[in-house]
């Protein structure tokens, strides 16, 4: 079975650019996840997908951040413009959806912010 | 608020000593705990996942228990390997909505 599969692996930008992420979560996982880790800190929710409807994104900064997942398939994750504190790891999860199911991680981007 | 707590937040051993990890958390209602381990630069995998009625839980040399009553779970490594360094994060997901509230972690670092 193929991971959940994100890219890229590392971004540089300087603040005030934008950037984006993508995520190819595992084929048949309705649930899609986008989170935050800052370094030493446990990962923190932006934004979760059923199929392609937002299920929460109550602590996603909309004034600069946004998420979409077209189809119910892969989803994107833009940050415009970027702030110095948005240097982070951005990781992307999937799942069936079903209770107690594990959470299936991808290997994150890491956005550094100049 | 719902808060999970682990301690130490970081450890260092020796290889093929046991450790055990902890944690403590103020979820409710709850639905069920995860054991996550993270390497560096990769991302989290689970290890296990335990409901309210298990109390006990392994994955080859990983053994988590659970104490619903007091909120506490534990993670217990057995003859440590140099591959087990890594961030071990602990997860309670909230009965109803599922939604997970992540520790911070233990840092584990084995030493040869």
């Known amino acids: 079975e193929a991971g959940v599969a994100q890219s890229p692996r590392y971004k540089i930008i300087e603040k005030r650019q934008s950037v984006a992420f993508w995520c190819n979560p595992i084929?048949?996982?309705?649930?899609l996840y986008w989170y935050q880790q800052i370094l030493g800190q446990g990962p923190k929710l932006l934004i979760q997908?059923?199929?392609?409807?937002?299920?929460?994104d109550s602590q996603l900064p909309k004034d600069r951040f946004s998420a979409e997942r077209l189809k119910g398939v892969d989803s994107t994750l833009k940050i415009q413009p970027a702030k110095l504190e948005d240097s982070a790891v951005y990781l992307c999860a999937s799942s069936l959806g079903i209770s107690n199911q594990p959470q299936h991680f991808g290997d994150g981007t890491r956005l550094s912010i100049l | 608020k719902n808060q999970v707590e682990q301690s130490p937040q970081s450890l260092i051993i020796l290889e093929g000593k046991n450790c055990t990890l902890q944690?403590?958390?103020?979820?409710?209602?709850?639905?069920?705990l995860r054991w996550y381990k993270q390497d560096t630069g990769r991302g989290p995998v689970s290890l296990t996942i335990?409901?309210?009625?298990?109390n006990t839980k392994s994955n080859g040399r990983y053994t988590a228990t659970l104490d619903a009553d007091t909120k506490q779970s534990s993670l217990h490594i057995t003859a440590s390997q140099l591959s087990d360094s890594a961030s071990y994060i602990c997860?309670?997901?909230?009965?109803?909505?599922?939604?997970?509230?992540f520790g911070t972690g233990t840092r584990l670092t084995i030493i040869p």
């Open positions: 084929s048949g996982h309705a649930t």
């Open positions: 997908f059923q199929n392609n409807g937002v299920v929460d």
């Open positions: 944690c403590n958390y103020t979820v409710s209602p709850f639905s069920n």
């Open positions: 335990m409901t309210f009625s298990e």
């Open positions: 997860v309670v997901s909230g009965r109803g909505n599922e939604k997970l509230t």
